[in-house]
């Protein structure tokens, strides 16, 4: 982003000394910034001293690799990925079958669908059950982290109970 030199002179000068100088050791200027600050702190008689570092900011890991490597605290392994995405993918998965045999009930792919559905749910769930095991790494007792592992492991469970139900063509 290029900012008019002569507007952040004029920032800059109505700017307290303290301000100026906070903002220059926050290591958040761009390369052109640093100059004028650098020329209002000297008209002012203040030493700036060498640029500090620009910040290190730390990356979070990517959401699903972070959880199968055990990088997430268990409650997001619990919460996301043995509750909320199983159901958000269950429920996607039954419109979906529905919506299909409404609309092509005479296409022989649709009586695929089930089958097909409860596999994809068996090996999503073969991840979480990684993805709870290893998070619950993260807790602060051997007590906390088998009850970490009980509870998303419970919804593992009921997740894996009704994939297979759809895969016996129970419901």
Same mark, same amino acid.
């Given at each position: 982003?290029? !900012? %008019?030199?002569? +507007?952040? @002179? ?8 303290? &301000?100026? =100088?906070? *903002? ?6 761009? &390369? %052109?910034?640093?100059?004028? *600050?650098? @020329?209002?702190?000297?008209?002012? $008689? ?12 730390? &990356? &979070? ?12 605290? #268990? ?5 996301? !990925? ?5 159901? +958000?993918?269950?429920? @996607?998965? /039954?419109?979906?079958?529905? +919506? #299909? ?9 649709? $009586? ?13 769930? $073969?991840? #979480?059950?990684?993805?709870? /095991?290893?998070? @619950? ?7 906390? =982290? ?9 919804? =593992?469970?009921?997740?894996? +109970? ?10």
């Amino acid at each position: 982003m290029q !900012v %008019d030199p002569n +507007l952040l @002179a004029d920032r800059y000068t109505s700017m307290e000394t303290n &301000e100026l =100088v906070s *903002l220059y050791n926050s290591g958040t200027l761009s &390369e %052109d910034a640093y100059p004028i *600050l650098e @020329a209002e702190l000297g008209r002012r $008689s203040i030493v700036a001293g060498p640029r500090p570092p620009p910040p290190v900011f730390e &990356e &979070e890991p990517p959401f699903f690799s972070g959880h199968w490597l055990g990088l997430y605290p #268990a409650d997001s392994a619990n919460g996301f !990925v043995a509750g909320l995405v199983p159901a +958000l993918l269950a429920g @996607a998965l /039954w419109l979906i079958d529905k +919506l #299909a045999r409404h609309f092509f009930p005479n296409i022989g792919l649709v $009586s695929a669908l089930r089958p097909i559905f409860a596999v994809l749910m068996l090996v999503y769930l $073969s991840f #979480a059950t990684v993805a709870v /095991w290893r998070c @619950a790494r993260s807790q602060a007792s051997e007590t906390r =982290v088998t009850i970490a592992r009980f509870a998303g492991l419970k919804k =593992v469970a009921f997740f894996t +109970l009704l994939a297979v139900l759809v895969l016996a063509n129970q419901i």
